[in-house]
């Protein structure tokens, strides 16, 4: 019994692996917006909400505001939130209301949030 559940575990974790998916944001608005390469959402959270856990996310340079670029909420999925090239590339202006991130649904060290710049941020703001 335990080979069996031994190879059971392996293949799992390999049909996890093949199946995580890249979803991409620019700060450019496309009309044809799916998260793919070659149309990438322009909302960093747009992305986050059409991502599976396993997931990456990767924004592309820029200064990303308003409303569903900040307050940034993974909703306890495990995802890679990274940027392409770095923080001094990909800014989030909270415009002085909201945080850039809000961790509150049981997210874990696999929730990543990595490469950004976070600024005027109001953290006494209540959400």
């Not at 009309?31 to 990767?58: E, T």
């Not at 409303?67 to 990274?82: Q, R, T």
Request: net charge negative.
């Amino acid at each position: 019994m335990k080979r069996v559940f031994l190879f059971l575990g392996i293949m799992a974790g390999q049909l996890i692996q093949a199946s995580a998916e890249t979803w991409h944001v620019s700060p450019a608005f496309d009309p044809l917006a799916d998260g793919s390469a070659q149309h990438p959402f322009s909302a960093i959270q747009q992305a986050m909400d059409s991502a599976a856990p396993g997931d990456r996310v990767l924004v592309q340079p820029g200064v990303y505001t308003g409303e569903y670029n900040k307050n940034l909420d993974f909703g306890g999925k495990a995802l890679l939130v990274e940027s392409a090239s770095g923080p001094s590339n990909a800014i989030i202006d909270c415009e002085g209301a909201g945080r850039g991130l809000y961790f509150h649904s049981g997210e874990t060290t696999n929730s990543v949030f990595s490469g950004f710049t976070i600024g005027h941020a109001n953290t006494r703001e209540v959400l």
